[in-house]
């Protein structure tokens, strides 16, 4: 609480002497503040981050499991939030233990409120890539199977969201089949739903639609739209032996220490019946 009420008494000094020497000088504070938000927004360097931030946030699913269209200054408002948050539930209950070192902890709370969304959408982007595998192969198939079958790609992309079910995919297949619809290019829908996914398996779909659209080269293009499939099944059957591997794992180190617990607890007591029978 003391470091907060130290770092609000300067920011307030600071305020006011600040607009003391411009009014002394003849300028209006709020028109200075404003010129000087106004230029550091216009900056190039400034703008390319806020870009890549925002495609970042697009690619690992912010809009989709936070808030739809977030931008980038709503998200470092919601971790202030939780940083702010946490620095104050750990103040209290450090307070409530009486440490001595309450600041420094009620620190390390607001630092890791303030990563906690990040922790949070980083897991919830991993989970969902791995849920979306089968249905990215399911929509690869109708794909494939409509272009053999003679149909245009826009109306085999259109007509793939009917065999997506992660709701994430389906939300960014139907954009792209409004889009369509709409009149826009293929490529131009393609590049906005590839923007919505880290998944190498999304960008490899799109890079084999956009070459058979540029090279027409259709047996080409099917081959290696086959081959992402086989080798997307293979990545998803490693990965679900290597979790169902892992869980047995832990399970039977769990009934390991069940048993050593069992085991230990008898010798106590056993041990504890010898030395009242003495």
């Not at 992309?157 to 409004?178: F, G, P, T, W």
């Not at 290696?224 to 990965?239: D, F, H, P, Y």
């Not at 869980?247 to 050593?260: N, P």
Request: charged share 25%.
């Amino acid at each position: 609480m003391e470091l907060i009420l130290m770092v609000f008494l300067f920011v307030t000094v600071f305020i006011a002497t600040e607009s003391i020497i411009l009014r002394n000088r003849g300028s209006n504070p709020k028109e200075v503040l404003k010129d000087s938000m106004d230029s550091l927004k216009n900056k190039d360097s400034i703008n390319e981050w806020i870009g890549r931030k925002q495609l970042k946030l697009n690619r690992t699913g912010a809009d989709f499991f936070i808030k739809d269209k977030i931008s980038v200054g709503r998200w470092y408002a919601y971790k202030l939030l939780f940083g702010v948050l946490m620095y104050f539930i750990f103040l209290i209950v450090t307070k409530i233990v009486d440490l001595s070192f309450a600041p420094l902890i009620s620190v390390v709370g607001f630092i890791l409120g303030f990563f906690l969304l990040d922790i949070h959408l980083y897991l919830k982007n991993k989970k969902s890539n791995d849920e979306m595998m089968s249905d990215i192969m399911e929509m690869s198939r109708s794909v494939l199977y409509g272009a053999r079958g003679g149909q245009y790609i826009s109306e085999a992309l259109s007509d793939a969201v009917l065999v997506v079910e992660n709701k994430r995919l389906k939300k960014e297949m139907i954009k792209m089949k409004m889009g369509l619809a709409s009149g826009e290019s293929i490529e131009a829908c393609l590049d906005e739903f590839e923007d919505h996914f880290s998944n190498a398996e999304i960008n490899a779909f799109v890079t084999v639609i956009k070459s058979l659209i540029s090279t027409g080269q259709l047996d080409e293009a099917l081959k290696t739209l086959e081959s992402n499939i086989t080798r997307e099944q293979s990545g998803v059957n490693k990965r679900r032996l290597t979790i169902l591997e892992n869980k047995t794992l832990g399970y039977v180190i769990l009934v390991a220490f069940d048993i050593l617990l069992v085991l230990l607890y008898c010798i106590i007591m056993r041990v504890l019946d010898l030395q009242i029978a003495l």
